[in-house]
């Protein structure tokens, strides 16, 4: 038994040193939070189904909450990458102060303006080309969350910039409670999908709240030293944003249009029945992409440091989380298709036509995985943007074209196929993109 304990526990620090130390930790942080949050996610969606009974009204949820995350990546359009990268630039060299509280605060007045025009212009869209009236309004209440989304967004990339994600986990964590408590108040006192709905607001708004909290608890000593005001802000400091924004915010909206187009044309090929049941389905697959997402926030200002002095290292640390996340994705995948088609069963009998569909999304999760690292590699120097965005447009294209063709046929068990499709193809020319265009160099 001693000899045992000593090998396991040889084994374990073994693993940990798969990742650098900062990595690992802020990873771990991450990870626990998220854990956490999808652990609560996933039986609050479970009542969220249970609660609002018919397929088609999830469907007309799934349908706000797509939209929702639509207008959120262009009101992003790449900031949080873009505050993220110079944070890390910029934190890591002296006499900086002042120059990173002027950045802040042009970001911060640049999304506001940002955020206006997009939701007037897809409110107005919204209205003229959407004959359902109930979906447009919770359409319209959904997107209303951007705005506090955003200024929570703004303050989180300064914390992962610097590679304090402690905090970043703890407004993740506030977020999450803060949503299912809303949400479950709601829904048990009748609001329906309406409140389900609002509680995303309400638990936007929170979170925003929250994130403002900490760095007036905490960095009080350091507002005070720094001497840029909201007065010092400069046309060319806006310019500099949008510029360095543009090709991470062109990628955020081919990356959402990747991923939420197939709900929303289910919805509108084939109706709302059967975008809840496709919704059910990929809200089960949604809840286990944070491995990846959590390993990926760690690694991107790491990585952006590397890029200018060490590419070895660079290749290093892609090849020991490619291993790390494609060993992870095989428990996933054990345990989604296991466990998941029992709990269906059992617990939510009229979702029961999505067990096949879910078994079919199963297969993207070894793509998902293994794909985060090579995309992190690419997205952390400006050297390759270019490149990404041409290999966004052809997937992106190929998944439209394919879902266009196969959800009319096959309805959501077509949609499903397609992303299966989607994220093979989009691993396969990504690391063929990886290996000439950056490793060759070694």
Known sequence: MQVGRKTCLRYFFCYTKVMPPG???????????????????????IYLIKILGDPAIFGLYTVALSYFSLISALAEFGINRFLTRQTALLSNKKDNKNKLSELFCSVLLFRLA??????????????????DHMRVALTLLAVSAVLPQAIAFTLDSAFVGVEKLFWSSVGLVCLNIATTLFGVFLLSNGYGVFGAVSAIVLGQIFYCLVLFIIPIKLGYRYLKETKTSPHALSFEMLREIAVGSLPYGILGVLGLIYFKIDALLVAYIRGSYEAGIYGAAYKFLEAVVFIPATVATAMFPVLARLHSNDLAQVKRLYFKSLKLLFAASFVVLLGFV????????????????????LLILSLTIPFIFIHVPGSLVLLSSDRYLTGVIALSVITVSFNIAANLMLIPMFGYNGAAVVTVLSEALSFVVFFAFLQRQVFKRL
Not at 114 to 131: E, N, Q
């Open 23 to 45: 990595i690992f930790r802020n990873s771990s942080y991450l990870m626990t939070a998220q854990l956490f949050t999808k652990v609560v996610s996933f039986f609050y969606t």
């Open 338 to 357: 296991v466990v998941l088609p029992i709990l269906i069963q059992h617990f939510l009998p009229q979702y029961i036509n999505a067990i096949p569909t």
């Open 114 to 131: 940002l955020i206006s025009v997009v939701y007037a212009l897809f409110a107005l869209f919204l209205r003229v080309s959407d004959p």
